[in-house]
């Protein structure tokens, strides 16, 4: 039987309220993971190794801590963690989004059935304030095909969803350590460089936490290098040519750095997503 590891980063910042959720949940789902890694800010605060320490203790699952120093990035914290994963799959999970009960078990069964599969993800759901009140949702395509037509301009694999081989993971050089966001479009694209295959599931199997604090994270000069350098990767390897580069590179600059944050919302929420 195939095995899960759970990688959960966690900001050094966050509420124990919200990261003990999150672990409770875990063990709610159908299929309970083998491990746990909690890819942690060095330094971290006593309250919130207490509250890691107790979940392990309570729950019975195998929790692994490992560090990265603090302001790294999100690259560097998750290449670390996938290293102290053991098992055959990789689970990426973020802080404060709910999965659906049957995530793992879905993702899990998808993979051990599509043995040429490398990642599979899903779709998600987005919420602002109440998790009853969705107030988007963003569908990717289900083949691997048509993941990579889509990978052009935009992510295939909703990250948070993402279930991939560690095999597959390292094959593809593991998360860029260089990149403090965008670490995921850069994963996808060294995926494709690798001749590694994509799939989603058709089912909302997250529901993530959006809204106006995610929209402003995502702009400035500060996030457009990220995208920048992430755009670049794409051409290096291919997968886009000359001219839909300088297409990119200025339509990202507009929306990344030119635009208030209500019009960046506007244009994630009316043009890059399903609206409820």
Known sequence: MSTISVLLP?????????INKCLNSIISQTVRPNQIVCALDDPSTPDIEDAIDVFEKESGIKVIKCY???????????????????CNYIARMDIDDVADLTRFEVERNYLDKH?????????????????NNIIAERNVPAEDKDCKKMLKRRDP???????YRKESVLKAGNYSSEMKSC????????????????????????????????????GGKKAYYYVKKSIDY???????????????????YAVLVLM?????????????????
């Open 234 to 252: 794409k051409h290096q390897v291919g997968l886009i040519g000359a001219g839909e580069l300088t297409f990119q590179k200025m339509a990202n």
């Open 183 to 218: 670490e995921d479009t850069y994963l996808w694209t060294a995926f494709y460089a690798a001749g590694l295959k994509f799939a989603n599931i058709q089912q909302n199997l997250v529901k993530v936490h959006a809204g106006q604090e995610m929209y402003k994270r995502r």
């Open 68 to 86: 990265c120093k603090r302001g790294s990035g999100l690259g560097a914290i998750l290449n670390v963690g996938v290293q102290h994963c053991t």
């Open 260 to 276: 208030t944050n209500k019009m960046r919302a506007f244009v994630y929420e009316r043009l890059l997503r399903n609206k409820r």
């Open 10 to 18: 966690i900001y050094y910042k966050e509420s124990v309220d919200v």
């Open 157 to 163: 694999i909703n990250h948070m969803t993402a279930m």
């Open 115 to 131: 043995l040429d599969v490398d990642v599979v993800g899903s779709n998600i759901a987005e919420f602002d304030d109440d998790i």
